[in-house]
């Protein structure tokens, strides 16, 4: 599987953006998959996940009620829209996958096969 995610930008605080992650393979529709992110200087943190058939979402604390994760795996592409930014969100965001097989929510970096390249997400005060 090959990730690649776009959508990232600048916004002002309280603003939203849509992140996109779009996938090629064959064990997309069948792998749990995850949003991470990492700040300058920080780990990498996991933001959500969800499941390999979109039943099972999962979301880090700082994140919930302003998230939403979700996928079409009709067009292999997972999203992140992110509503209510703060600059506490600007980070690298990193698409990720795990190798299939019905996967639950990917929400440790561990666990992960296939990383997407990066999209940056700079939120201003």
């Known amino acids: 599987v090959q990730l690649q995610a776009s959508g990232g930008g600048l916004v002002q605080a309280g603003g939203s953006l849509r992140l996109s992650c779009a996938a090629s393979?064959?064990?997309?529709?069948?792998?749990?998959l995850g949003w991470f992110r990492q700040a300058p200087g920080k780990e990498r943190e996991f933001v959500a996940g969800i499941s390999w058939n979109g039943g099972v979402t999962d979301y880090a604390d700082s994140v919930k009620g302003r998230f939403t994760i979700s996928r079409d795996n009709a067009r292999n592409t997972m999203y992140l829209q992110m509503d209510s930014l703060k600059p506490e969100d600007t980070s690298v965001y990193y698409c990720?996958?795990?190798?299939?097989?019905?996967?639950?929510?990917?929400?440790?970096?561990?666990?992960?096969?296939?990383w997407g390249q990066g999209t940056l997400v700079t939120v201003s005060s």
């Open positions: 990720a996958a795990d190798g299939g097989g019905e996967g639950p929510p990917v929400i440790a970096a561990v666990r992960a096969l296939y």
């Open positions: 393979g064959r064990t997309f529709s069948s792998s749990g």
